[in-house]
């Protein structure tokens, strides 16, 4: 981790320029010396990297290295900011017709404020230049060896990843529980508690998810909810998981009662199958309240624990349990063969073969350990490669999870020093935290963790760092795109976030923590500098975290309102690079000026801000702004524009924002813009709202929200050429008219028609169209659309001709409250139809949801109608009288759900005339909410 901190710093004194260097004698000096000691110790980081776990003097040399040099690397930083925005400042000075007297005075005011601030951080590099002086010098009595390479990544990872089967050697185990699972017996209670237990990493929560996932479980239970509990045991957020699983929404309740309520009444005559993932609990007391609401649920509902410790077990009430062992010895070379000897030639394997059995015995039966060795070893080839695995200290370790650690070590040295650095950061993450890839890469941006080269884009090399610690077995449990199939978020198995704890050390501090234990909250060391804290309440910033000087992130998760917080105390925390504000109603005080070095600043659901500080727009570093789901927000700063390096704008949600001021289009590093909105009525003062024309200089995609606003140029939209948008796939139109209906609808149509959109779009959602028709031209050249949404058309009398889209998967229409009749137009079919006709052919997910006037649904028996259709819901439509024939029996369709429809019910329900038109359905649902 040193190693990528001094890689960093020696690059940026790099790219100081020399002639600002000599400007202050000093400094030239000082810099020269920074870059001779940062060489000398650079020549000796890999060495010292790896004694460092087992010596516990170069583990404290080392912890002094990399805090002189982060605070080194800020003192640069520092430096380069004052450069880069006084060349900045002198450009718009001479952009400006000033009087001369005015310019003149500016200029030198401005001068001399920068030769004062270059002179403060010089004395600053001086003084920081005789600390590491000490450290160079201490260098030399440990003897390190020399490093062999380079600092740069040593084997990038290019295969694709292997499809491993979903378990190894567990198949009687697997088909034990599932046995348990689905047993009925009059004699056993309600909801009774079945424990799978086992030592970290030997596959508990696999067999857990393989059981979860099967098909015959999936039909025999009404709701299954997954919660990821581990330490500490905290019984409200537990409960709330639970009831926003099964109601599919959050839930602001934070009182237990008032939560178990709730959870009581929805799970009220269902079979539930609830899993709770890596308990730890050492007495019943808070488990008994969430258990007796359970009980609410009907017979035969199960709780599947998963866990490392039996005393948990029996805490937790269980009936069953099954005790999880190492796998056998055929079943580990299975699981490391298929690993390791990927995309091998025979020969290769044939060599590594004896050399492989070796390195099997030494994971003893673990499949983590398996997965992770096979994992590094697919990327070597030659024997001697593979021997160094066996010969390596690192067996002879002693830490807790012994038998874990020097696997994952074996890995973690095998990574470059960049990748080490964005490996570790993940230890500011809790226990079975959902990692958003987007979000990590973006924070390891802001870090400075990402060695970007040339013109390559830093959001690509983090999807390159990704990717390698991904085939290495260090990420798990993904959650995939449905449209490309890439990871979007994903998990780190328990065992190997102890280790990036242990590694880290005192760098990363990340709790948990119930609100009245918040002041108590004790840091063990004022070295840390990535600090996560997440409670159920309000904030109070206890004493322990204001002596975190040197904090680099900090970010706070669903706190409660009202209280101040870190907010009051920004020039505290002059250091952070990463600010993460999340849930946290509080206005944003102009104290915030004070984070120059901030790179990423994240504000979502934050239900005080209404507009931004224009200080906001002095932090030149700034890389992501996120406001998403900020509902009161309702312009962004007019100074947005100097926030040059803006790589990501991140406004959805925001359903009062009027105003994005001119000057947005000078983002010409912005790669996400959510949302833009064009406002007809906005002029403050002479700064006019956007057009959509300032979209052409920025590198849109892949989402956008167009609000449209008023809007009354309609020729002003066609001649922007939106159509000639190209990295854009996902679009969503809303409409804001606010005139007479007759004019609403007129203009509704001239603007959508004006608009244009790109034809190579995958998701379209159009919202508050105020027209009554949505026939509009360009609607049937979408052939790559997978997804649509039609949302609060409440004027809409009649459907687009949707069948003739030939890519259509999903479609949601609701609250269209004036359709009354769904017919031909809706299928496509215009004229005269033919047995050759297909409408929507590929449709599988279809929703009609509030369509309170709906009537009729007639379909077409000349036709073929939906012949892949998966799941049709329709909800609150109390008019509507019968569901077409032909779909009903599309042989494809395995989910049917009706809810408060009257007329659907009575002609559907168990002894309705029409019953036996739907008995074939797998899974039917029909309910009065």
């Avoid at 289009?665 to 909105?677: A, D, G, P, Q």
């Avoid at 190209?726 to 149509?749: A, G, P, W």
Wanted: glycine content about 4%; proline content about 3%.
């Amino acid at each position: 981790m040193a190693e990528a901190l001094v890689s960093t710093i020696l690059g940026q004194l790099a790219s100081l320029a020399a002639e600002e260097m000599k400007l202050l004698a000093c400094a030239d000096k000082a810099v020269g010396k920074l870059t001779s000691n940062f060489q000398a110790i650079q020549a000796v980081l890999e060495d010292a990297e790896s004694r460092q776990i087992k010596e516990k003097s170069v583990g404290d040399w080392f912890e002094k290295l990399k805090d002189v040099s982060y605070d080194i690397e800020d003192a640069l930083d520092e430096w380069i900011t004052v450069s880069k925005k006084s060349q900045m400042k002198e450009a718009e000075n001479a952009s400006k017709l000033w009087k001369k007297v005015c310019s003149c005075i500016s200029s030198d005011c401005f001068c001399c404020k920068k030769v004062f601030l270059r002179h403060e951080i010089a004395t600053k590099i001086k003084d920081l230049n005789e600390r590491l002086d000490v450290i160079a010098m201490e260098r030399i009595a440990f003897n390190f060896s020399l490093s062999r390479g380079t600092g740069q990544p040593v084997h990038e990872i290019t295969t694709s990843l292997i499809n491993l089967p979903e378990i190894y050697g567990r198949d009687h185990d697997r088909d034990r529980l599932k046995d348990y699972l689905l047993a009925e017996s009059s004699q056993e209670s309600t909801v009774s508690t079945i424990s799978i237990v086992g030592m970290g990493g030997i596959g508990k929560t696999t067999l857990a998810q393989l059981v979860f996932n099967n098909d015959e479980v999936n039909t025999h239970f009404h709701k299954k909810i997954w919660v990821c509990v581990s330490d500490p045991f905290d019984e409200i957020r537990i409960a709330k998981a639970i009831l926003e699983s099964l109601l599919g929404e959050k839930k602001d309740k934070d009182e237990l009662e008032n939560v178990l309520q709730d959870l009581r009444q929805s799970i009220k005559d269902k079979k539930i199958l609830l899993v709770l993932d890596d308990v730890w609990i050492d007495n019943s007391t808070k488990w008994e309240k969430v258990k007796n609401a359970l009980h609410f649920a009907s017979q035969g509902s199960r709780i599947l624990v998963t866990t490392r410790k039996e005393s948990t077990a029996i805490i937790m009430g269980s009936t069953k349990t099954i005790q999880i062992g190492r796998l056998g010895d055929d079943e580990s070379w299975s699981l490391f063969s298929q690993v390791a000897f990927f995309g091998k030639t025979k020969k290769e394997v044939e060599n590594l073969k004896e050399i492989g059995g070796k390195i099997v015995e030494k994971c003893d039966g673990l499949p983590l350990a398996i997965k992770t060795l096979g994992s590094l070893l697919r990327l070597k080839t030659q024997a001697k490669q593979w021997q160094s695995v066996i010969d390596s200290d690192l067996w002879k370790l002693e830490e807790i999870e012994k038998e874990l650690f020097p696997p994952i070590l074996l890995s973690y040295y095998d990574l470059s020093s960049k990748l080490r650095k964005c490996f570790t950061y993940c230890a500011v993450f809790p226990k079975d935290y959902v990692i958003g890839k987007d979000i990590l890469i973006r924070l390891w941006m802001a870090q400075g963790f990402l060695n970007v080269e040339g013109n390559k884009e830093m959001e690509l090399v983090g999807e390159e760092y990704f990717e390698n610690l991904v085939m290495r077995s260090l990420f798990q449990d993904f959650e995939r795109s449905e449209y490309d199939g890439s990871i979007v978020r994903c998990k780190m198995h328990d065992i190997v976030h102890d280790f990036v704890q242990f590694v880290s050390k005192n760098e990363c501090f990340a709790r948990e923590v119930e609100s009245d234990a918040i002041p108590q909250l004790k840091i063990s060391s004022e070295s840390v500098r990535h600090l996560y804290i997440r409670s159920s309440d309000s904030l109070r910033v206890p004493a322990s975290i204001l002596k975190l000087k040197k904090l680099r992130s900090f970010v706070v998760e669903n706190v409660g309102p009202k209280e101040e917080g870190i907010s009051g105390h920004f020039e505290q925390f002059t250091c952070l690079r990463t600010l993460n504000l999340s849930h946290y109603d509080y206005k944003i005080p102009k104290g915030i000026k004070y984070l120059e070095h901030l790179r990423y600043l994240k504000l979502n659901w934050n239900d005080d801000i209404e507009t931004l500080p224009e200080v906001l727009c002095d932090l030149y570093n700034l890389q992501t702004l996120d406001v998403t789901n900020c509902k009161k927000i309702r312009k962004l700063p007019q100074g947005i524009g100097k926030l040059v390096n803006l790589r990501h704008l991140l406004i959805g949600g925001t359903g009062r924002l009027r105003y994005i001021p001119k000057g947005v289009e000078r983002l010409s590093c912005l790669k996400t813009l959510n949302k833009f909105v064009i406002n007809g009525d906005y002029d403050y003062g002479n700064k006019a709202c956007n057009s959509l024309d300032s979209l052409k200089n920025l590198r849109l995609g892949p989402s956008l929200e167009l609000e449209l606003v008023n809007v009354r140029d309609s020729n002003a939209l066609k001649l922007a050429d939106f159509q000639s948008t190209k990295n854009l796939l996902h679009l969503t139109l809303s409409f804001y008219v606010q005139c007479d209906e007759r004019s609403r609808n007129k203009k509704n149509v001239m603007i959508i028609e004006a608009l244009q959109p790109p034809p190579n779009l995958e998701k379209l959602r159009i919202k508050y169209f105020g027209g009554k028709s949505m026939s509009f031209d360009w609607m049937i050249s979408l052939i790559k659309l997978k997804e649509l949404e039609l949302f609060y058309c409440f004027n809409c009398e009649h459907l687009p001709l949707l069948g003739k889209l030939p890519s259509l998967e999903s479609l949601k229409i609701e609250l269209m409250r004036s359709i009354k009749r769904v017919g031909n137009e809706f299928l496509g079919i215009e004229n005269d139809a033919t047995s050759s006709i297909v409408a929507f052919p590929k449709l599988k997910f279809l929703l009609v949801r509030d369509l309170s006037f709906w009537e009729e649904w007639n379909d077409d028996k000349y036709i073929t109608i939906m012949p892949c259709l998966h799941s049709l819901s329709i909800k609150r439509c109390p008019k509507l009288k019968a569901l077409p024939d032909q779909i009903l029996q599309t042989p494809t369709l395995q989910q049917l759900e009706i809810v408060y429809c009257s007329f659907l019910e009575e002609r559907y329900k168990e002894t309705g005339h029409d019953r036996s038109k739907i008995s074939h359905i797998p899974k039917v649902s029909i309910s009065h909410w």
